[in-house]
């Protein structure tokens, strides 16, 4: 299977730690500022990276299309967007667990 440039760019863009926790982050509230994200960094998972390096991560999420942004006013808000996460489902499907199975190799 030939890799493509999207493909490629979403696998860097999660392969950062900081770049998933900035998506957990818009998980749990989405629609934030750079100024809420870096303050939520820094207070909820002591990362205290500049403005401009969380700035850097958000651009690469969004080449990415993990993030879309919006601006309210002079404001730029950063929104997750899970669907490229399918590519990764739809490459390597999980196959449903057989519970009945799992259970009598256990006893």
Known sequence: MAESAASDALFRALADATRRIILDELAQRD??????????????????SSRQAISQHLALLEQAGLVRTERAGRTKLHHLTTAPLGEIARRWPVAPVNHESTHEKEN
Request: glycine share 12%; aromatic share 6%; charged share 20%.
């Open 31 to 48: 629609g934030q500022s750079l100024f809420e994200i870096c303050t939520r960094l820094a207070m909820r998972h002591e990362i205290g």
